[in-house]
């Protein structure tokens, strides 16, 4: 401890007349050899992926494979009339489509059709092969689509549907989603940039380093793939870019707030950014530890796409911040102030947020701080009473903020056919057992029909048709009992199959959360305290975050469900919700305390934490602004996971920012006093002695 009390940030000696260009350089040329060495990530692309590799119906998805009695899986043509009974024609129609669609099966596999018992649909089953990568897959898709609905009687319609077809939908979401995602993100930095410094220019410095690291992370990605074993999909590229812009672009603002400061000081540039470094690059450290500390956390998880979003996200803040620290400084500098047109800092100038509106702020705040700490409070809990109703778990149909042919076919064939009948529940038992198996799960309420799928080393597989709908909790229930049945004859018997794998999924979400969510905590409350030595500080400032996660979620819950129409939010929502909002939330707030706990060793806390507020409010609510923008970019895809990621993240960081820690937080640490640094030295000082430790305030090393 004694040694982190003497430790002293010394930033590189990266910036100066020469060294400023060559640091550039340098950077251009590095970043411009990752980038044109395109190495491609590995990507995770079949139904197990998100699952625990011990997991049962992981396990019976790898023993199926072993067996071959899961080569093929059928995509569904699904033929009606809006609900009326098919005509004889109708009916002929589709024994002729079994023939001409017969091109489209696997080699060897018959396509087949199946009549509902209403008479009112149909489905021909053409089978594919399970190995068929998914790039493959979109184009026998496509014509399987084009040839089902060539020639059929008027008023007959036919849609694809089943695994193939939902696993090609869900990459269409994808397509073009890297540059869509990129422009969108990088125009609305762009714009909150250019208005933040109301300059022609200068945002470009910025957004060009940022965007660089950004494409940079995504190579450091597909390199840690090939080392570290883990994967990357649509999803988890699309929320690291997110993570590099929000967090590359608020520290640059940080920085460049106190490099503008700087200027006003000294005549030299070069002086003023290693000056703002020295003061800047603590708290930036702090914080982006932090998030990377609490990215890490989720390399614990169960889930394979937590543990990728959490290698990958910590891949891209740690590029981001050596970005942000090392090219940034240097870039900056070698424009001059002239870069900071029209508004260009010039030494003797007064520091304009010293009377500005978040002086006024803090001193309204401070002035009546168990008012303003009651209302700040009761604001919170209002807003978070919504997750008392919140549901979390999302059918296959219901991952789409479209609806694409696959949801639809899938709706038409669960109104017509036992729910289960295009994706069957798979048991696999010794073949001795078999019948006695199959007999007992027959009777298990929920089943419709219990069929052989073939056997192979002495292993049976069963295929149990649900009547549940699809990853439904009625399914998951039918799916326990199956389970119960199947072991009670013998103790071998698995279960797997797409409403077991959403079972064992939502399993392993609740695993997650009761093991990250304290380890994420943890690592905050370390961080803190080691910053600030302070156990009161480090607890409230958790609490408050806490609570913003819990008011954003409440918040949100009743936007999904009124405006949205969100029927629950996904399984993995819930955690990294949390994560990003308790680690990129308390940036914030370190920024701010760590200003506050300097101005305390020469001024009252009531004083310090008034001016801590004024110095650092406008730029870090300018960050705090942009990093819910840029958050809220990720609803351009059409996927509900990401879309509720987004709102909750955003919200979140808009709460934090404008409610939490601008008026609750300054507002708890004028009532605590001195009491807030307890046990540090400054708790032990009398509000009315500031303390031998002379300075300038503006000298403080973590300022903004």
Same mark, same amino acid.
């Given at each position: 401890m004694e040694l982190l009390k003497s430790w002293k940030y010394r930033p590189p000696h990266l910036v100066g007349r020469r060294l400023s260009w060559v640091v550039v350089v340098v950077a251009i040329l590095f970043s411009g050899a990752l980038l044109g060495a395109g190495i491609q990530a590995e990507e995770s692309d079949n139904s197990t992926a998100n699952l625990p590799t011990d997991a049962e119906s992981a396990q019976v998805a790898r023993l199926q494979e072993q067996l071959g009695t899961a080569e093929y899986t059928p995509a569904i043509v699904v033929l009606d009339r809006g609900g009326e009974q098919l005509t004889a024609a109708d009916r002929q129609a589709v024994e002729e489509k079994v023939g001409s669609l017969q091109e489209f099966a696997a080699e060897g596999q018959q396509a087949f059709p199946v009549l509902a018992e209403d008479g009112a649909a149909a489905f021909i089953g053409v089978p594919f092969a399970t190995d068929t990568p998914e790039d493959e897959l979109a184009g026998p898709i496509e014509d399987l689509r084009a040839a089902a609905s060539e020639g059929l009687p008027d008023g007959l319609e036919a849609q694809v549907t089943g695994g193939p077809a939902f696993i090609v939908d869900l990459s269409k979401v994808f397509d073009g989603a890297d540059v869509r995602l990129l422009a969108v993100t990088a125009s609305v930095v762009a714009l909150l940039l250019l208005v933040t410094y109301r300059s022609p220019w200068l945002w470009l410095v910025p957004l060009s380093v940022v965007g660089?690291?950004?494409?940079?992370?995504?190579?450091?990605?597909?390199?840690?793939?090939?080392?570290?074993?883990?994967?990357?999909?649509?999803?988890?590229?699309?929320?690291?870019?997110?993570?590099?812009?929000?967090?590359?672009?608020?520290?640059?603002?940080?920085?460049?707030?106190?490099?503008?400061?700087?200027?006003?000081?000294?005549?030299?540039?070069?002086?003023?950014?290693?000056?703002?470094?020295?003061r800047a690059a603590p708290a930036i450290l702090a914080s982006s530890g932090t998030v990377v500390l609490a990215l890490l956390c989720l390399g614990l998880a169960d889930n394979p796409t937590s543990r990728n979003i959490g290698f990958g996200g910590a891949i891209g803040i740690v590029t981001a911040v050596v970005y942000a620290l090392l090219v940034l400084p240097a870039a900056m500098t070698c424009f001059g102030r002239r870069l900071f047109w029209p508004f260009v800092p010039r030494v003797g100038q007064d520091d304009p947020s010293r009377t500005g509106v978040w002086a006024k702020v803090g001193a309204s705040v401070t002035r009546r701080p168990?008012?303003?700490?009651?209302?700040?409070?009761?604001?919170?809990?209002?807003?978070?009473?919504?997750?008392?109703?919140?549901? /979390?778990?999302? !059918?296959?149909?219901?991952?789409? *903020? #479209?609806?694409?042919? %696959? +949801?639809?076919?899938? $709706?038409?064939?669960? =109104?017509?056919?036992?729910?289960?009948?295009?994706?069957?529940?798979?048991?696999?038992?010794?073949?001795?057992?078999?019948?006695?198996?199959?007999?007992?799960?027959?009777?298990?309420?929920?089943?419709?029909? /219990?069929?052989? !799928?073939?056997?192979?080393?002495? *292993? #049976?597989?069963?295929? %149990? +048709?649900?009547?549940? $709908?699809?990853?439904? =909790?009625?399914?998951?229930?039918?799916?326990?009992?199956?389970?119960?049945?199947?072991?009670?004859?013998?103790?071998?018997?698995?279960?797997?199959?797409?409403?077991?794998?959403?079972?064992?999924?939502?399993?392993?979400?609740?695993?997650?959360?009761?093991?990250?969510?304290?380890?994420?905590?943890? +690592?905050?409350?370390?961080?803190?305290?080691?910053?600030?030595?302070?156990?009161?500080?480090?607890?409230?400032?958790?609490?408050?975050?806490?609570?913003?996660?819990?008011?954003?979620?409440?918040?949100?819950?009743?936007?999904?469900?009124?405006?949205?129409?969100?029927?629950?939010?996904?399984?993995?929502?819930?955690?990294?919700?949390?994560?990003?909002?308790?680690?990129?939330?308390?940036?914030?707030?370190?920024?701010?305390?760590?200003?506050?706990?300097?101005?305390?060793?020469?001024?009252?806390?009531?004083?310090?934490?008034?001016?801590?507020?004024?110095?650092?409010?406008?730029?870090?609510?300018?960050?705090?602004?942009?990093?819910?923008?840029?958050?809220?970019?990720?609803?351009?895809?059409?996927?509900?996971?990401?879309?509720?990621?987004?709102?909750?993240?955003?919200?979140?960081?808009?709460?934090?920012?404008?409610?939490?820690?601008?008026?609750?937080?300054?507002?708890?640490?004028?009532?605590?006093?001195?009491?807030?640094?307890?046990?540090?030295?400054?708790?032990?000082?009398?509000?009315?002695?500031?303390?031998?430790?002379?300075?300038?305030?503006?000298?403080?090393?973590?300022?903004?």
């Amino acid at each position: 401890m004694e040694l982190l009390k003497s430790w002293k940030y010394r930033p590189p000696h990266l910036v100066g007349r020469r060294l400023s260009w060559v640091v550039v350089v340098v950077a251009i040329l590095f970043s411009g050899a990752l980038l044109g060495a395109g190495i491609q990530a590995e990507e995770s692309d079949n139904s197990t992926a998100n699952l625990p590799t011990d997991a049962e119906s992981a396990q019976v998805a790898r023993l199926q494979e072993q067996l071959g009695t899961a080569e093929y899986t059928p995509a569904i043509v699904v033929l009606d009339r809006g609900g009326e009974q098919l005509t004889a024609a109708d009916r002929q129609a589709v024994e002729e489509k079994v023939g001409s669609l017969q091109e489209f099966a696997a080699e060897g596999q018959q396509a087949f059709p199946v009549l509902a018992e209403d008479g009112a649909a149909a489905f021909i089953g053409v089978p594919f092969a399970t190995d068929t990568p998914e790039d493959e897959l979109a184009g026998p898709i496509e014509d399987l689509r084009a040839a089902a609905s060539e020639g059929l009687p008027d008023g007959l319609e036919a849609q694809v549907t089943g695994g193939p077809a939902f696993i090609v939908d869900l990459s269409k979401v994808f397509d073009g989603a890297d540059v869509r995602l990129l422009a969108v993100t990088a125009s609305v930095v762009a714009l909150l940039l250019l208005v933040t410094y109301r300059s022609p220019w200068l945002w470009l410095v910025p957004l060009s380093v940022v965007g660089v690291a950004d494409q940079v992370a995504v190579q450091l990605v597909a390199i840690g793939t090939k080392l570290f074993g883990f994967t990357t999909d649509g999803a988890s590229v699309g929320i690291t870019s997110v993570l590099v812009f929000g967090a590359g672009t608020n520290y640059a603002l940080l920085l460049i707030a106190r490099y503008r400061e700087e200027l006003r000081r000294e005549d030299d540039r070069y002086a003023a950014m290693r000056r703002a470094l020295e003061r800047a690059a603590p708290a930036i450290l702090a914080s982006s530890g932090t998030v990377v500390l609490a990215l890490l956390c989720l390399g614990l998880a169960d889930n394979p796409t937590s543990r990728n979003i959490g290698f990958g996200g910590a891949i891209g803040i740690v590029t981001a911040v050596v970005y942000a620290l090392l090219v940034l400084p240097a870039a900056m500098t070698c424009f001059g102030r002239r870069l900071f047109w029209p508004f260009v800092p010039r030494v003797g100038q007064d520091d304009p947020s010293r009377t500005g509106v978040w002086a006024k702020v803090g001193a309204s705040v401070t002035r009546r701080p168990v008012l303003v700490s009651v209302a700040g409070v009761m604001v919170l809990v209002v807003l978070a009473l919504p997750v008392l109703g919140l549901k /979390v778990g999302l !059918s296959e149909t219901e991952q789409f *903020r #479209a609806t694409p042919e %696959a +949801v639809t076919g899938q $709706e038409v064939l669960a =109104e017509h056919f036992p729910a289960g009948s295009s994706q069957p529940t798979v048991v696999v038992v010794p073949a001795a057992a078999r019948d006695a198996v199959a007999a007992a799960i027959g009777d298990v309420d929920g089943v419709q029909r /219990v069929d052989e !799928s073939g056997e192979a080393d002495g *292993r #049976a597989v069963l295929s %149990a +048709v649900l009547t549940a $709908e699809p990853a439904s =909790e009625a399914a998951f229930d039918v799916v326990e009992q199956v389970r119960a049945a199947a072991t009670g004859v013998d103790g071998a018997a698995m279960v797997g199959g797409p409403d077991a794998e959403a079972l064992d999924a939502a399993d392993a979400a609740d695993r997650d959360q009761r093991l990250i969510v304290p380890l994420i905590l943890g +690592v905050v409350l370390v961080v803190l305290l080691v910053l600030l030595r302070s156990v009161v500080a480090a607890v409230v400032l958790v609490l408050t975050v806490v609570a913003t996660y819990a008011a954003s979620l409440g918040a949100s819950w009743v936007a999904f469900t009124q405006w949205f129409g969100f029927p629950a939010l996904d399984l993995s929502v819930p955690l990294l919700s949390f994560l990003f909002l308790v680690a990129l939330g308390v940036d914030y707030n370190i920024f701010l305390t760590t200003r506050a706990k300097e101005e305390a060793e020469e001024h009252d806390t009531t004083t310090a934490i008034s001016v801590a507020l004024a110095v650092t409010g406008g730029v870090i609510t300018s960050a705090g602004i942009l990093l819910a923008a840029v958050f809220t970019v990720l609803g351009v895809l059409p996927l509900i996971v990401l879309t509720q990621i987004g709102v909750i993240v955003g919200f979140g960081v808009l709460l934090d920012t404008l409610l939490v820690r601008s008026v609750l937080v300054p507002a708890l640490v004028a009532l605590l006093g001195r009491r807030f640094w307890w046990p540090g030295h400054l708790s032990r000082r009398s509000e009315d002695d500031p303390g031998r430790h002379r300075g300038s305030v503006a000298a403080s090393p973590t300022a903004e």
